[in-house]
């Protein structure tokens, strides 16, 4: 089955760290863009991070630059996101989501995405 | 960054109704414009990437349409199923933004 499934979410306080896990399967992952998008309580989505097929290109938002970092394991057909110094405001349902271009080396429609986990931040 | 912003923020329409969703970008971004549909509880799901095409799979009630700074989501014929807050994303310049989300209701 294709599908990607995130696990790593959880309860942490200001100024923290968690790492959050997306497993890939049913499709080539190491071909394809990986993307994080997030989505506070009621609000709406917010792009955090992508990281292309390779590595080699990667890109953050500016309200996670310098405390998230992405990565990914292409011989374990996970992604990842490492987040540290956690503030109240990065309170929110994380998803990974593949980029539906093979090859592509930056954002773009992202036509698959995981069920999310939940990652609060609070005393 | 490029802001996206979609009008109206929510609407309420019958079954088999036209509705129609507008997407404005505060600078030229070409075609590079996705709509999403998140029903509640759930994940994001794509449904016309590069501003008017339809993702595999789709209904085809659903279209997309414009260029440059305007663009329109329209669904022909209202669903029960299509009950959910859509989404448009542009990709032209990083960072990619969302727009603010169009929740649709059933009267």
Same mark, same amino acid.
């Not at chain 1, 089955?1 to 942490?12: H, M």
């Not at chain 1, 009621?42 to 390779?54: M, T």
């Not at chain 1, 970092?69 to 996101?81: E, F, M, Q, V």
């Given at each position: ?9 959880? @309860? ?7 790492? @959050? ?57 996970? @992604? ?29 429609? @992202? ?13 | ?107």
């Amino acid at each position: 089955e294709v599908q990607l499934v995130e696990s790593g979410g959880g @309860l942490v306080k200001p100024g923290g760290s968690l790492r @959050l896990s997306c497993a890939a399967s049913g499709f080539t992952f190491s071909t394809y863009s990986m993307n994080w998008v997030r989505q506070a309580p009621g609000k709406g989505l917010e792009w955090v991070s992508s990281v292309s097929s390779s590595s080699s290109y990667i890109y953050y938002a500016d309200s996670v630059k310098g405390r998230f970092t992405i990565s990914r394991d292409n011989a374990k057909n996970s @992604l990842y996101l490492q987040m540290n110094s956690l503030r109240a405001e990065d309170t929110a349902v994380y998803y990974c989501a593949r980029v539906s271009i093979v090859g592509a080396t930056g954002p773009g429609a @992202l036509d698959m995405w995981g069920q999310g986990t939940m990652v609060t931040v609070s005393s | 960054d490029i802001q996206m912003t979609q009008s109206p923020s929510s609407l309420s329409a019958s079954v088999g109704d036209r509705v129609t969703i507008t997407c404005q970008a505060s600078q030229d971004i070409s075609n590079y414009l996705n709509w999403y549909q998140q029903r509640p509880g759930k994940a994001p799901k794509l449904l016309i990437y590069d501003a008017s095409n339809l993702e595999t799979g789709v209904p085809s009630r659903f279209s997309g349409s414009g260029s440059g700074t305007d663009f329109t989501f329209t669904i022909s014929s209202l669903q029960p199923e299509d009950i959910a807050t859509y989404y448009c994303q542009q990709y032209d310049n990083l960072p990619p933004t969302f727009g603010q989300g169009t929740k649709v209701e059933i009267e």
